[in-house]
């Protein structure tokens, strides 16, 4: 079995910051990419940005400059330094990360349980 969970989601204020991380455990043989997800109200999940196992990075337009994704591959570990909040940024957060796992010997996509993120203008 592989969980994520996801940590450091809260309430800030625009022009704010705020850490996410999330952590990989389980029965895990290696993990490939790494990605934050993000779902406001009544909207579609977006991606937000994400990073490949060589740390090369991707990011929304809307979050360019602003949000920095990065990696511990000892911890198992992704985060996403959130900079200069906007109001707009609020949503649930998700953690995604593709594994390959002992009990498939395949890659799969998995995901965290989401973490609130609200900006007060």
């Known amino acids: 079995q592989v969980q994520l969970v996801e940590s450091g989601g809260g309430l800030v204020q625009a022009g704010g910051s705020l850490r996410l991380s999330c952590v990989v455990s389980?029965?895990?043989?290696?993990?490939?990419?790494m990605a934050w997800y993000r779902q406001a109200p009544e909207k579609q999940r977006e991606l937000v940005a994400l990073?490949?196992?060589?740390?090369?990075?991707d990011y929304a337009d809307s979050v360019k400059g602003r949000f920095t994704i990065s990696r511990d591959n000892v911890k198992n570990t992704v985060y996403l330094q959130m900079s200069r909040l906007k109001p707009e940024d609020t949503a649930v957060y998700y953690c995604?990360?593709?594994?390959?796992?002992?009990?498939?010997?395949?890659?799969?996509?998995?995901w965290g349980q989401g973490t609130q993120v609200t900006v007060s203008s």
């Open positions: 995604n990360a593709l594994v390959r796992s002992l009990s498939t010997m395949t890659f799969s996509d998995y």
């Open positions: 389980g029965s895990i043989l290696s993990i490939d990419k």
């Open positions: 990073i490949t196992k060589l740390s090369n990075t």
